[in-house]
């Protein structure tokens, strides 16, 4: 399948400080790629749809201000977490589609960033 | 009530026995349905991959879907310790973002 990844795979930060986590299509172009969070022992939540080169589209109850999503290329994303507080720590992943696969719906998601705010 | 419905276990299983996991879901629209293995802090990773009603193999594992039941399984045969994970379910329209189950963590114990 296709390979998606991410960086940092982990990363503390202090409360109050920016992350930004790349994700990144490695052997395709994804016009459209989705991010989620995922909380201990809990599923996957979306979180926003990032299409290339337009505004993203987020979930209700997300913060478009606080989440920052930049879809600049085919084969990158990124999620920025603006003033990061502990409640912001989790488990960051992102999913990428390909469009020239065999099946245009089949997601491929990255290895996660674990972030973690103090 | 959930779009997706999976029951989350744990589901403990001998090595070498027959795994049966399943969600159950309320919208008939959906038409492509996934199941997903993730290892604890990894990502998910795609196991199987279905379109409307049907069966399909890959090895040891077999995914079916029942759309006039709105009901889906996996199946894994010979059940290895390395198949110990959490297992989710997803699906969609073709619009654009899947829906998940909360996921069943699975056990095979050696």
């Known amino acids: 399948g296709a390979v998606v990844s991410q960086h940092p795979s982990w990363v503390i930060c202090k409360s109050g400080t920016s992350v930004k986590i790349e994700c990144r299509s490695l052997?395709?172009?994804?016009?459209?790629m989705f991010w989620y969070r995922q909380f201990p022992k809990q599923s996957l939540m979306l979180m926003a749809t990032?299409?290339?080169?337009?505004?993203?589209?987020?979930e209700q109850g997300v913060e478009k201000d606080k989440f920052l999503i930049n879809h600049a290329s085919l084969t990158l994303s990124t999620l920025t977490v603006t003033s990061a507080h502990p409640e912001d720590s989790s488990f960051y992943i992102c999913?990428?589609?390909?469009?020239?696969?065999?099946?245009?719906?089949?997601?491929?998601f990255g290895p996660g960033t674990r972030l973690t705010v103090l | 009530q959930k779009e997706v419905e999976q029951d989350p276990g744990p589901l403990s299983v001998p090595e070498g026995a027959i795994v049966s996991l399943n969600c159950t879901y309320s919208?008939?629209?959906?038409?492509?349905f996934m199941w997903y293995r993730q290892y604890s802090r990894k990502g998910p990773e795609l196991l199987m991959y279905?379109?409307?009603?049907g069966n399909k193999e890959d090895g040891r594992f077999t995914a079916q879907v029942d759309k006039s039941s709105k009901y889906i399984s996996l199946f894994i045969r010979d059940s290895q310790p390395s198949d110990s994970a959490t297992y989710l379910c997803?699906?969609?329209?073709?619009?654009?973002?899947?829906?998940f189950g909360d996921g069943t963590t699975l056990t095979v114990k050696p």
């Open positions: 999913s990428a589609r390909d469009p020239g696969g065999g099946d245009n719906n089949e997601q491929f």
């Open positions: 052997d395709f172009q994804a016009t459209t």
């Open positions: 990032s299409n290339e080169g337009s505004k993203a589209t987020y």
């Open positions: 919208n008939s629209a959906f038409q492509y």
């Open positions: 279905t379109y409307s009603s």
């Open positions: 997803a699906m969609n329209t073709n619009a654009g973002k899947s829906t």
